[in-house]
């Protein structure tokens, strides 16, 4: 008796995991991002100048209130809007672990320091999304 009660109560577990994935995924159509998630769509390197890489990228981000696309840990992340309106760049910790982060002087960006000495720069720009006029 007490194994036919564990095999129901499982069975009903089962159904309702498969229940909750197939809400989930008539949520996020295909194309859809999860909230508070971020993907590369676009990156760019020129290599073109000695010592030099020179690398653009893209990045599309679906971020919950109060969030506004960012960078953490090197890769795009949603960060607290606070940050970006601020220009506090180090803030959204930009720099891989063991690297130091400081300000560019004209808070245009940032820069990554290497414990070897190289350095990595970042500049920001980005374009305020105008929605269209319907």
């Given at each position: ?23 989930h995924s008539q949520f996020l ?71 130091g982060c400081d300000l560019l002087?004209n808070k245009s960006g940032w ?24």
């Amino acid at each position: 008796m007490q194994l036919l009660k564990a095999l129901w109560a499982l069975a009903g577990a089962a159904i309702c995991c498969f229940l909750i994935f197939v809400i989930h995924s008539q949520f996020l159509k295909e194309g859809q991002l999860a909230a508070g998630t971020c993907e590369i769509v676009t990156l760019d390197r020129d290599s073109s100048q000695p010592r030099r890489t020179i690398a653009r990228q893209t990045a599309r981000c679906a971020c919950k209130k109060g969030q506004i696309a960012g960078t953490t840990r090197a890769r795009p992340a949603c960060v607290d809007a606070r940050i970006i309106k601020t220009k506090q760049w180090c803030e959204m910790l930009p720099c891989l672990e063991g690297e130091g982060c400081d300000l560019l002087i004209n808070k245009s960006g940032w820069t990554c320091t290497q414990p070897g000495g190289r350095i990595k720069t970042t500049t920001v720009s980005y374009f305020p999304f105008v929605p269209p006029h319907l």
